[in-house]
């Protein structure tokens, strides 16, 4: 089992930054792959980016791309997304997730590990 936590997710108003956190205990993830998702309401949970654990390629979504980055800390167990240039666009509940897989997942379905969620809020 693999219990991943985030956090820093808050009210920003647009062209802001914010960094999400996301603690990873239990099995160890080193051949995991790790991805960030994200739901606004009414909507269904979209990718948003994926990395191995092991370090290597990433990737994103389109909407994304060139604003966000995802990167993680081997010593504290922890992956983060790095938020730049926020827009109201970007509001939603952003959730960790992680699946021993190694490569690059982007279907919210092939995660078997998921944490709470993280809401973050962009104001025009």
């Known amino acids: 089992q693999v219990q991943l936590v985030e956090s820093g997710g808050g009210l920003v108003?647009?062209?802001?930054?914010?960094?999400?956190?996301?603690?990873?205990?239990?099995?160890?993830i080193s051949r995991h792959c790790m991805g960030w998702f994200r739901q606004a309401p009414g909507k269904e949970r979209e990718f948003v980016a994926t990395m191995p654990w092991?370090?290597?390629?990433?990737?994103?979504?389109?909407?994304?791309?060139?604003?966000?980055?995802?990167?993680r800390d081997n010593a504290k167990n922890t992956v983060y997304l790095q938020m730049n240039s926020l827009k109201p666009e970007d509001t939603a509940v952003y959730y960790c997730a992680a699946d021993?897989?190694?490569?690059?997942?982007?279907?919210?379905?092939?995660?078997?590990?998921?944490?709470?969620?993280?809401?973050?809020?962009v104001s025009s």
Do not use: H, M
């Not at 108003?13 to 160890?28: D, E, F």
């Not at 092991?54 to 990167?71: L, P, Q």
């Not at 092939?110 to 993280?118: A, I, L, P």
């Open 13 to 28: 108003q647009a062209g802001g930054s914010l960094r999400l956190s996301c603690a990873a205990s239990g099995r160890t």
């Open 100 to 121: 021993p897989t190694l490569g690059l997942i982007t279907t919210a379905d092939e995660y078997d590990y998921w944490g709470q969620g993280t809401q973050v809020t």
């Open 54 to 71: 092991s370090g290597g390629n990433t990737y994103y979504a389109d909407s994304v791309k060139g604003r966000f980055t995802i990167s």
